[in-house]
């Protein structure tokens, strides 16, 4: 008993940036390494439970069926396709959502458009800024195009007041730009301090489900790619969204991470004009469109994301370097891959890449998941090493494992096919399982990395 008493003590600091407890203060916590960013937080229930469970019980809930004998829940669409699909067919009714993504990125300029879409839609829509004054939102509305739109409007940042408001207008659609603006009262700390954040999202998501209103909420997010402070955010709602995208890129992608109604991992490929965010249909075309002559250390990866293949460029630049500790620096693709990739190349192909600064970059600003991108990042990085041009017309992708052998990856024929529609006319795969074909486009099996980089780049390949 006496443990336990401790240990309800214990873990009342919280980090503001990714939301892990701590027993005591410290300048620096050691789960995300950001500094200045511990805060004591108080629990909702303060104090340890008084008695066990087990003495005392509670009703008996309700047991039901797997069937379910509830129609599914109504949903409604933007009209934006990108938007739409990535929702996974529209938003549902009393679902709760949150959208992530760097200050600066578009999330209040995505989200007053799909509020427009919706509304027009015949949705009755409020959006709540905390960030904004109305005047501000309404001088956005006017540059988009959507004054006459009918969505109601308001600057405000108490929770409590933000509710009754809602409770008394039931709109189908709440935005709330952002969660880390809002303010409980209930609770005794700063706006966009985790427990402000936890409890203002929980409130919002209750209400959301016991009203029939579908919330959504904006939330910053930190560089490491955590929504600031609450984590614990994502597991509250049923839909979290990341928009993403390169400061100094027109594109932007709107990526669910987690979604209880439809597929994880969709994207939606937007740009941002002068006139706010238009649909990009054919992303392809667009993140291949600035491609200039073969160049060594450039290779197309036909992708995919999602349930749509993708092609896009990888850049790959490598060069002497000055340094001790040569650098390893990417962008729009994971590093520890990198490292994989790099270490595969010099233990099973004697292709090393010691004393070389090895730069990897996705064109256009794309962020790439997939571990098909693997052959490419390789083929990418040894015609740098080498200076040796791939074929112009020829897409790569694979996955490559620990021993350097290649595995075939999900959707070859998708991949394909985009690549033969954008006017490629060959691929470079690893073997594949089931014989697949697309008219038009010859396809080049290998089987492993060695045998690719021998063939590839014979001989002006590396001695071994
Ligand atoms: P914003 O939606 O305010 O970003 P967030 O809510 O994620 O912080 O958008 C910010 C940027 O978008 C801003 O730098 C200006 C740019 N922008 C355009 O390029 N075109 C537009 O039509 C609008 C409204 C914004
Ligand atoms: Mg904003």
Not at 121 to 150: C, D, F, H, W
Not at 361 to 368: E, S
Not at 381 to 404: K, M, Q, T, W
Request: glycine share 10%.
């Amino acid at each position: 008993m006496g443990q336990n008493v401790n240990m309800a003590k214990q873990n009342i600091f919280t980090c503001n940036e990714c939301g892990a407890s701590h027993t005591k203060w410290s300048g620096q916590c050691d789960a995300c390494n950001a500094w200045n960013s511990i805060q004591e937080d108080k629990p909702l229930g303060t104090g340890p439970a008084k008695k066990s469970l087990g003495g005392m019980r509670g009703k008996r809930v309700i047991l039901t069926d797997l069937a379910s004998k509830e129609p599914p829940p109504p949903r409604t669409m933007s009209g934006v396709d990108e938007l739409d699909r990535v929702l996974g067919g529209g938003l549902v009714k009393a679902s709760a959502l949150l959208v992530g993504g760097d200050p600066g990125i578009g999330k209040s300029t995505l989200l007053l458009q799909a509020a427009a879409r919706f509304a027009r839609n015949g949705l009755k829509v409020i959006y709540i800024s905390g960030e904004e004054s109305a005047g501000q939102i309404q001088m956005r509305a006017e540059r988009l195009g959507l004054t006459k739109s009918p969505v109601r409007l308001a600057s405000e940042t108490n929770l409590r007041d933000i509710l009754t408001t809602l409770e008394a207008e039931k709109p189908d659609l709440a935005i709330i730009d952002s969660i880390q603006t809002m303010w409980a009262d209930n609770v005794d700390s700063a706006p966009g301090s985790v427990s402000q954040v936890r409890a203002s999202a929980h409130e919002l998501t209750t209400f959301a489900k016991t009203n029939g209103i579908s919330v959504i909420m904006v939330g910053h997010v930190t560089k490491d790619g955590s929504i600031a402070g609450p984590r614990v955010v994502e597991h509250m709602v049923d839909t979290v969204l990341y928009f993403e995208g390169e400061r100094g890129h027109q594109f932007r992608i709107l990526r669910s991470v987690k979604n209880r109604f439809g597929p994880a991992d969709e994207i939606g490929v937007f740009e941002m004009t002068g006139k706010g965010l238009a649909e990009v249909k054919n992303p392809s075309a667009l993140f291949l469109s600035d491609r200039g002559k073969p160049a060594p250390g450039s290779v197309v990866f036909a992708g995919i994301e999602g349930t749509r293949p993708m092609l896009c460029e990888i850049q790959a630049l490598v060069a002497p370097s000055p340094h001790s500790q040569p650098k390893r620096s990417v962008v729009g693709l994971d590093g520890g891959r990198l490292g994989m990739i790099l270490a595969v190349l010099e233990s099973r192909c004697g292709v090393p890449f010691t004393g070389l600064d090895v730069y990897l970059n996705v064109a256009g600003g794309m962020k790439i998941n997939d571990p098909a991108a693997d052959l490419a990042v390789a083929a990418a990085l040894v015609s740098a090493r080498e200076d040796a041009a791939l074929p112009h017309d020829a897409v790569i992708f694979g996955e490559i494992s620990l021993s350097g052998a290649l595995r075939p990856v999900v959707q070859t024929e998708n991949r394909l096919k985009e690549a033969q529609k954008l006017g490629f006319t060959s691929a470079i795969t690893p073997q594949q399982t089931k014989k697949v074909a697309v008219a038009g486009l010859s396809l080049r099996y290998t089987q492993d990395l060695a045998t690719f980089v021998a063939e590839t780049f014979g001989d002006r390949g590396p001695e071994k």
